[in-house]
Structures are given as C-alpha cells and as structure tokens.
Nanobody, 124 residues
Framework: QVQLVESGGGLVQAGGSLRLSCAAS????????MGWFRQAPGAEREFVAA????????SYADSVKGRFTISRDNSKNTVYLQMNSLKPEDTAIYYC?????????????????WGQGTQVTVSS
C-alpha cells in the first residue's frame, strides 16, 4: 500500500502563489511517475500536471502551462506543485496521484493511488 498526503492548500487572492506538497509513504520502493489533478464543484476531476520518475519529463494542462511547475525530490518521497499567477478558475480540490508507469502519465486511469486532496481557493 502507498499513502499520499497533500498539504499547502489554502485561500489566496488572484495573482498570488501557493506551493502544494505531496508526501508518499508505505511501499515507495518502486519507480513511478506522479501527477496532480483537480476537481472543482460540479466538474469532473481533470489533469493538471505530471512528472516522470527521474523528473526529466513533465507535462501540463494547457490551462496551467506557464503558471504551474511540478517537481519532485525522490530522497524525500515528495512531489511539489508550485502555482503562480493564480486565477479564480483555479479554485478546486487538488489531488496528488501515483502513476502505474515510470514515465509521464496524463490520464486518470493511469494512476493507482490517490491522496485525499487539499482545497485551493482563489478569490477575485
């Protein structure tokens, strides 16, 4: 089993920044890509960003490209999402997830473990 715990969410004004963290514990010995998804009220959970095991490859949703940056520290079993220039439409619950593969994964069904989520609210 793998446990993923997100932190760093909160309330921020439009134009502000937040950094989310996702700490993994349990059976973390395998090499896996990681990703961030988000779900706004009444909407489907959508892909935000993903990173390969090595950190050499990343992928972003068009809506966050140039504003968000995903990174990881494998020595700490932690993945980060730096979010800059936040907009009200970024308001959602943000989920961290572990991919089944070592490479970048952008589809929900490519992920097998999910965190509980952290709320991000951006006020206008």
């Amino acid at each position: 089993q793998v446990q993923l715990v997100e932190s760093g969410g909160g309330l921020v004004q439009a134009g502000g920044s937040l950094r989310l963290s996702c700490a993994a514990s349990g059976r973390t010995s395998s090499s896996n890509g990681m990703g961030w998804f988000r779900q706004a009220p009444g909407a489907e959970r959508e892909f935000v960003a993903a990173i390969s095991w090595s950190g050499a490859s990343t992928s972003y949703a068009d809506s966050v490209k140039g504003r968000f940056t995903i990174s990881r520290d494998n020595s700490k079993n932690t993945v980060y999402l730096q979010m800059n220039s936040l907009k009200p439409e970024d308001t959602a619950i943000y989920y961290c997830a572990r991919a089944r593969t070592i490479v970048v994964a952008t589809a929900r069904n490519q992920y097998d473990y999910w965190g509980q989520g952290t709320q991000v609210t951006v006020s206008s």
